[in-house]
């Protein structure tokens, strides 16, 4: 395949720019609709059901006539498609209104809060990954004995465990009992007006700062929630990644490769897992967008001052600009992630490329 | 070779069979048996089991009052003798709460799956078997709905709706239909052009006739292994839900909630809510456990995997 490739890349090319125009178009038509989908969802909860949003911002002493004007400044005096239109030009221009909570717009709330559930997220699913891959082969190579159960049971577990429970739990023990990692938030008083981020992952910033007495405080905060949120992704990697193994094992150059003679470690990490390495991306990726939805009720028991808390404390005071906002940009990550991992599966694996 | 001579194994096992009855229940042991050969299927099928006898019988089983507590001289007791869970805050038997709470869990659980997987059923089905723009529009809205991230969707219904057990149901549920009906399409798919469908299309019947009573009849037992499946995280996003404050209101004791209430304990009287969370865990391991059993005793395929 791959010399063929080399000698005739004209050729192939303009035999498959029409194909692959005709499939970006389908993927963006795909996506625009799906975003719509959202963005229509939300304005439904938003306007239809019945939380009144001038209410929301006057109060319930407002004067008639204050009532009225902000109904109209607000355009919910117009039919619902033009206020629907309204909403879609907004969101696109990142307008989600104000939050009543902060006062700020809900935009730059968002701004302000998003870094920290992305590092958390992140530091999740690479220690997910970390766990969830090794013992995914290991279950899958010894199949069927007592290391495969444990794994099976583990990542069950992990299916069947309020996250938010475990987060308490966790945090009686090794925060209060122990003493072995720092409490609920992000980052202690003592660094914090001394501590500058600048790109809003404390950890990467502490590095950048070379605040190393920083960074382990900051690291000591991070650990609990992100072994919680990585536990969650194992759970799920561990079960795709002996899954996938399984398959590759079961086939034939796996055979050859025996035959030549290759050590029994070569064959499972050199060619199975690369192989099964392919859809492993895409779970992984998944995983990820499922620890941003994770992160709602992790950060709520860790104080942990993402997105999550912004929506669960916007929750809470029936502020419903930032819920919806917060609602949105989530489901943007998902779309997103969505694709992303669509996308790079089809270029990892060449038997998706007709 | 008359039926006195064979055992009832015999019996069930022919490949021969007399009836369809026969042929039923030669085929309902065969998978009867590929189950109870795993373990942990069993074990979840006890733990469900267990789940719904209590919920039957939480008036004879619990101690105490789930509602009424000895505020004077019983808060906060630890686990022991006359309260094995311990108390909580207002003097309540926690072990009695969660017995009354295995009613609002297993309420939870049958109601989402009543309404979310008739929804999916029907979407699904009509989708499959109509083709055409009505897929094409069906499948849309399903594949809108699957992007949502279903905590925060439910999270955001439920803000809109107001809270409450109900709410959540319905926040629950509305977030919970799309992948029955992907599978129930699917399923669809695979006999629309099977000869006997083109047989009593042939003898005039409707298309919902056909779709009513030839082809989601087939598409339940996938459909039931995948809801028993969910079950776990249907409960765990109520229990989440609950927790904060969003579902099941206080005095009621739904699990959550109930590890929300405990939340303010947890460094002294660590029981007031983990006890709630141990309910929980069990429970949703328990339908993982017979998930799983049921996909693999069900779809002899994917059980080498």
Not at chain 2, 212 to 240: E, F, K, N, Y
Request: glycine letters at 10%.
């Amino acid at each position: 395949m791959s010399s063929t490739e080399t000698q005739m890349p004209a050729r192939r090319a303009s035999r498959r720019a029409l194909p692959i125009l005709k499939s970006v178009a389908g993927f963006v038509a795909i996506v625009a609709t799906t975003y719509l989908g959202l963005l229509a969802v939300t304005f439904f909860i938003g306007r239809v059901v019945p939380i009144d949003p001038v209410l929301a911002i006057v109060g319930d002493r407002a004067p008639a006539h204050v009532v009225e004007r902000v109904r109209q400044e607000m355009g919910l005096n117009l039919p619902y498609y033009q206020q629907f239109v309204l909403y879609v030009k907004g969101v696109l221009q990142g307008d989600f209104g104000t939050s009543v909570l902060t006062t700020n717009p809900v935009m730059t709330d968002i701004r302000r809060v998003f870094p920290a559930t992305m590092e958390l997220a992140t530091a999740g699913t690479i220690i997910g990954a970390a766990f969830g891959i090794p013992l995914g082969v290991l279950a899958a190579v010894k199949r069927g004995s007592i290391a495969d159960q444990i794994v099976r049971i583990l990542g069950l577990i992990g299916y069947s465990v309020p996250i938010f429970w475990l987060g308490l739990l966790a945090l009686l023990v090794f925060y209060a009992r122990l003493g072995w990692t720092s409490g609920p938030g992000r980052i202690d008083v003592v660094y914090e007006y001394s501590f500058t981020p600048v790109t809003g992952f404390y950890l990467i910033d502490a590095v950048i700062n070379r605040d190393w007495a920083a960074f382990r405080d900051i690291f000591s905060h991070i650990i609990l929630p992100a072994s919680l949120l990585g536990y969650f992704s194992l759970a799920y990697i561990s079960r795709m990644t002996r899954s996938f193994m399984l398959n590759e094992l079961s086939q034939e150059y796996i055979v050859a490769a025996r035959a030549k003679g290759l050590s029994e470690t070569r064959i499972i990490w050199g060619h199975a897992l690369r192989n099964a390495a392919v859809p492993l991306v895409t779970v992984i990726a998944l995983s990820y967008a499922g620890l941003l939805e994770g992160s709602v009720l992790t950060e709520t028991v860790f104080a942990w001052p993402g997105l999550g808390l912004y929506i669960t404390n916007s929750l809470q005071n029936a502020d419903m600009n930032a819920v919806l906002g917060g609602t949105i940009i989530i489901g943007s990550v998902f779309i997103a992630i969505n694709l992303f991992s669509d996308v790079l599966y089809r270029m990892l694996d060449p038997r998706t490329r007709n | 070779m008359s039926q006195a001579t064979m055992t009832r194994r015999e019996w069930l096992l022919t490949d021969r069979p007399q009836s369809r009855l026969q042929a039923r229940l030669g085929r309902a042991y065969v998978t009867w048996r590929r189950f109870t050969a795993n373990w942990l299927a069993v074990v979840g099928m006890l733990i469900i089991m267990g789940l719904i006898l209590i919920a039957l019988f939480a008036p004879l089983l619990a101690p105490y009052s789930p509602y009424i507590g000895d505020l004077a001289g019983k808060r906060l007791l630890p686990p022991g003798a006359g309260h094995w869970l311990g108390t909580d805050d207002q003097g309540r038997d926690i072990l009695s709460r969660l017995i009354y709470g295995s009613r609002l869990t297993l309420q939870v659980v049958v109601l989402v799956a009543v309404i979310a997987a008739p929804i999916g059923l029907l979407v699904g089905t009509v989708a499959g078997y109509a083709g055409g723009w009505l897929d094409a529009v069906l499948m849309r809205i399903t594949d809108i709905f699957l992007a949502f991230p279903k905590l925060v969707l439910a999270l955001a219904f439920v803000a809109a709706l107001g809270p409450g057990i109900g709410n959540a149901i319905i926040a629950i549920a509305i977030t919970s239909w799309p992948p029955y009906a992907r599978i129930a399409r699917a399923e669809t798919l695979t006999v629309r052009n099977s000869d006997y469908i083109s047989a009593v299309r042939l003898m005039g019947a409707s298309p919902w006739r056909i779709v009513l009573r030839h082809i989601m009849p087939l598409c339940i037992s996938s459909l039931i292994v995948r809801v028993t499946l969910d079950m776990a995280g249907i409960i765990l996003t109520a229990a989440g839900l609950g927790f904060l404050g969003l579902g099941a209101q206080p005095p009621l004791p739904e699990w959550g909630a109930m590890i929300a209430s405990g939340r303010r304990f947890i460094l002294d009287q660590w029981w007031v809510a983990a006890m709630p969370g141990f309910a929980i865990l069990i429970v949703s391991l328990g339908f993982n456990l017979l998930g799983d059993g049921l996909r693999d005793a069900l779809d002899p395929r994917g059980s080498s995997q």
